[in-house]
């Protein structure tokens, strides 16, 4: 099972809008609505942004959204602020043989 | 509060077999539709996720690594255990463990860095 593709880096400056794209395959992001994204400082473990591709858990700012489209999912950013800049991974159910599979990774700048 | 943390060796020699434990606390892994895993990421590099059990027992593995998986848990204990056979340096990474609920995961353990070395 490959991994998900990512865009290796997207910047913005404060307050701009950024967008993560996370694209897969009908097995795993086109096949299921269980697209979670996830945001990683340096050295520090993941932590969950987005659920079920539009959900978000309580505490994350509702500057971050989710959507998808057929095989891809995206993970938008409005009104960036220098704490978002971190590396951003989607991750997406693959069905009971395959089950997890992330994606190459995202990092966001803030310039 | 939920946390997880993980605990084992830091450094294993090549062919030899990896035991990582996480311990949990703040759910019972006897709770419908919990489960624990584990995530691994090599460094500077992705996620990838490795292993997971439900708590109903079921089992999941990475098809890539199954042949070298085995998770287990001990609800007593509070603990889920991963075991990795004849480790390569390619294996070197920091290794995660999870809570999941339904199909995302909610939290994460703060990691331990494994080096394989010969």
């Known amino acids: 099972q490959s991994a998900l593709t990512q865009p290796r880096s997207v910047s913005g400056s404060p307050g701009q809008s950024v967008t993560i794209s996370c694209t897969g395959t009908?097995?795993?992001?086109?096949?299921?609505?269980?697209v979670s994204w996830y945001q990683q400082h340096p050295g520090k473990a993941p932590k969950l942004m987005i659920y079920?591709?539009?959900k978000r858990p309580s505490g994350v700012p509702d500057r971050f959204s989710g959507s998808k489209s057929g095989n891809t999912a995206s993970l938008t950013i409005s009104g960036l602020q220098a704490e978002d800049e971190a590396d951003y991974y989607c991750?997406?159910?693959?069905?009971?043989?395959?089950?997890?599979?992330f994606g190459t990774g995202t990092k966001v700048t803030v310039l | 509060q939920i946390t997880l943390k993980e605990s084992g060796p830091t450094l294993v020699k090549t062919t030899q077999t990896l035991t990582l434990t996480c311990t949990f606390s703040?759910?019972?892994?006897?709770?419908?539709?919990?489960?624990v895993g584990w995530i691994r990421q090599p460094p500077g590099k992705a996620l990838e996720w490795l292993a997971l059990?439900?708590?109903?027992?079921?089992?999941r593995y990475s098809p890539s690594l199954k042949s070298r998986l085995t998770i287990t848990k001990d609800t007593s204990t509070n603990q889920v255990v991963l075991t990795m056979t004849n480790m390569d340096p390619v294996d070197t990474a920091t290794y995660f463990c999870?809570?999941?609920?339904?199909?995302?995961?909610?939290?994460w353990g703060q990691g331990t860095l494994v080096t394989v070395s010969s």
């Open positions: 999870g809570h999941r609920k339904y199909d995302f995961w909610a939290y």
């Open positions: 703040g759910f019972s892994l006897s709770t419908n539709g919990v489960g």
């Open positions: 059990i439900y708590w109903d027992d079921d089992k």
């Open positions: 009908s097995s795993d992001v086109g096949g299921y609505n269980y």
């Open positions: 079920d591709v539009t």
């Open positions: 991750c997406s159910y693959a069905g009971s043989y395959t089950f997890d599979v």
